[in-house]
């Protein structure tokens, strides 16, 4: 990622992204979106395990928005790999 926006066919377009980003579990991701408003709205999901062995676990994930220098928590949730546990996840966050 360069610190750029992640936009498809530029802003005039719409500024939608079609494809995702698979990052580590422990990854951050930031976007600046200083004079958008709208709506974010996305999937989160965790990938098919490599390994049968690797088949448990879980991912915390918070999506956050700010207004000047404060931190805000839009959505926070887990996803795991259990029998019970939620593995799809999907956000929709008002931008102001």
Do not use: W
Not at 19 to 27: D, R
Not at 37 to 51: I, N, Q, S, W, Y
Not at 70 to 78: D, G, K, N, S
Request: with cysteine; glycine share 12%.
């Amino acid at each position: 990622m360069d610190g750029g926006p992640l936009l498809v066919g530029g802003a005039s377009r719409g500024g939608m992204v079609f494809s995702g980003l698979e990052m580590h579990s422990s990854a951050q991701v930031a976007y600046r979106l200083e004079s958008y408003t709208g709506k974010l709205l996305t999937e989160v999901r965790l990938a098919h395990p490599l390994h049968s062995s690797s088949r448990l676990g879980h991912v915390r994930c918070k999506i956050l928005t700010s207004t000047g220098d404060t931190l805000q928590v839009a959505q926070e949730f887990t996803l795991g790999r259990g029998m019970a546990d939620e593995q799809l996840k999907i956000i929709e966050v008002e931008l102001n």
